[in-house]
């Protein structure tokens, strides 16, 4: 059974396609919680329990095993926006989204902030493959937001000469910098604050 | 030589927490109208888009410290107070010219506003970083500091940003 290939282009068998996942998702976790550039491949490899070779098997370098980090971390952000944001259409569904998103990350005082946007801000400068991946998975999380800023226009709770693009990214830039200020002050509050205050403002131009 | 790379890094970045901070204590002092305060968002724009400003530096690492959470308080401190001034400003101005709509900034929390702003220069950077675009940043601070802007168009200080009269 062939589910993936290796850098060299061999094909994998099946397990090794587990061991790679599994090398993915440890240097995830540990990338999250102590950052890129300070996870080191033997800490990925005691993490895993998969061996050098192995590691090496699948990925050249850090770099390689960084994009795989970006991808899985994409996939588990998206389809959690996926499920959050896809039917929501009214402001009070947009506050449950942001209550969700504090909630989880309360749980932690917000050591940690947004799994993507910390690669973002880590990886952006120094791989442009990366980066690409990014904008990508920032394009396509943001695009969900204006969908649900279209909805609420569809049904005339916001303005039809509003502009879409400019609140949906503003209202993200409002969340991955609230999780950039709760990290800092390891309190959730400013978070909650700049999001509530983006939602405010979209509220405000629903025409009365 | 680790911890001494790790000394000396902490030094610098200390560095660049307080060229930030005084700049922008000189630059949002000066700000007493709409005009100067979207001089002073033009302004930060371009310091965040460059890759090596201490503002750049500055917002590139993340995580804890005191250091950072003190510097990013004594920052929202500054926005506060320029808030602060410019809602002020407004309401006094408003009682001179009682006609027209009611003002939106006079019901601004300069606080809020001031964490709002705060947190969109750091989202709305790491959004332009990756589209490598300034478009995200200021589609961020327009947001955050919609109450002070013209209600339609650009803001009429687009393109009164003295050069001679502006703080280094």
């Known amino acids: ?208 | 030589m680790g911890k001494q790379a790790g000394r000396q890094g902490k030094e610098l970045m200390k560095t660049h927490f307080a060229e930030v901070l005084a700049r922008e204590s000189a630059r949002l002092a000066g700000i007493t109208d709409g005009a100067k305060l979207s001089c002073w968002q033009r302004k930060l724009v371009e310091e965040l888009m460059t890759p090596d400003s201490p503002y750049a530096r500055a917002l590139r690492q993340t995580g804890g410290g005191s250091d950072r959470a003190e510097f990013l308080d004594r920052w929202r401190a500054l926005i506060e107070d320029a808030v602060r001034e410019l809602v002020h400003r407004r309401a006094m101005g408003a009682s001179d010219s009682a006609s027209g709509p009611p003002d939106r900034a006079a019901g601004v929390d300069p606080h809020r506003t001031a964490v709002l702003v705060l947190a969109a220069l750091h989202g709305g950077s790491t959004l332009s970083q990756i589209a490598k675009n300034s478009w995200p940043l200021n589609a961020a601070l327009d947001l955050a500091l919609a109450p002070f802007k013209a209600p339609s168009g650009p803001d009429s200080g687009e393109t009164s940003c003295d050069p001679n009269r502006s703080v280094p």
């Open chain 1, 1 to 208: 059974m062939t589910t993936a290939n290796s850098p060299n282009g061999r094909r994998l068998t099946a397990r090794g396609a587990k061991t790679r996942a599994r090398i993915v998702s440890s240097a995830a976790d540990l990338m999250f919680i102590q950052g890129v550039s300070a996870t080191t491949l033997d800490e990925v490899l005691a993490a895993s329990g998969a061996s050098k070779s192995q590691l090496y098997h699948h990925f050249n370098g850090k770099e390689e095993l960084v994009r795989a980090v970006v991808e899985l971390v994409g996939q588990r952000v998206m389809e959690r926006e996926r499920d959050a944001l896809g039917n929501v259409s009214t402001i009070r569904g947009l506050r449950r989204w942001r209550d969700a998103l504090v909630q989880n990350n309360a749980v932690r005082h917000g050591a940690y902030g947004c799994a993507l946007g910390s690669l973002a801000s880590e990886v952006s400068d120094h791989d442009d493959l990366a980066r690409e991946a990014l904008a990508q998975l920032f394009a396509e999380w943001q695009g969900l937001l204006a969908d649900v800023l279209r909805r609420l226009q569809d049904t005339g709770r916001l303005p039809s000469d509003a502009s879409i693009e400019q609140l949906a990214t503003g209202l993200m830039a409002a969340l991955q910098g609230g999780y950039v200020l709760a990290q800092t002050a390891r309190d959730v509050a400013p978070m909650v604050t700049s999001i509530d205050m983006a939602l405010a403002h979209i509220e405000s131009l629903s025409p009365r």
